[in-house]
C-alpha cells in the first residue's frame, strides 16, 4: 500500500453536477452524487454511487486489478440493448484506508461508454 502525496496527488471532491453514463442510449447510472478523482497527471475519473446506478444492467466478471494507492479493483460488464460491454466498470469494494470515500462506487471506461453532465 502506497499513500499518496506530493509525488502522487490524489484527491476526492464531490461534483454538485447531474452526472449521466449511457451505452448505446441506455442510461447506466444518473447522479448529483458523484466524486470527481483526480490522480496524479491521469484523467479525472467520476465515480458514482452504486444506488444511482441500475445493477440490473450489469454483470460482474472475473477481471481484478491491484492499484498500490486505492486497493483491489472489481469489474463489471454492461448489458444494454442485446450488447455486452465487456469489463466497462471498475470498482474499489474495500479501498485502501486512505481512499474509503469511493467505497460503494463505480467508475466507467469512457471508450466504453458515454459520461456527460446534464442539466
Known amino acids: 500500500m502506497k499513500l499518496p502525496g506530493p509525488d502522487h496527488p490524489i484527491t476526492i471532491t464531490a461534483n454538485p453536477k447531474r452526472i449521466r453514463v449511457t451505452a448505446d442510449g441506455v442510461v447506466i447510472a444518473e447522479t448529483t452524487h458523484a466524486l470527481t478523482l483526480k490522480e496524479a497527471s ?3 475519473v467520476q465515480y458514482l454511487p452504486r444506488q444511482d446506478a441500475n445493477m ?3 454483470a460482474r466478471t472475473e477481471r481484478t486489478t491491484h492499484c498500490p ?3 483491489d479493483a ?3 460488464s ?3 440493448n442485446g450488447k455486452t460491454l465487456d ?3 471498475w470498482t474499489y469494494e474495500t479501498p485502501f ?3 474509503t470515500e469511493i467505497t460503494g462506487h463505480l467508475a466507467f471506461y469512457p471508450d466504453k461508454v ?3 453532465e446534464v442539466a
Do not use: D, F, R, V
Open 42 to 44: 491521469y484523467p479525472a
Open 56 to 58: 440490473a444492467l450489469l
Open 69 to 71: 494507492y486505492k486497493g
Open 74 to 76: 472489481s469489474y463489471y
Open 78 to 80: 454492461i448489458k444494454a
Open 87 to 89: 469489463n466497462a466498470i
Open 97 to 99: 484506508p486512505a481512499m
Open 114 to 116: 458515454k459520461i456527460e
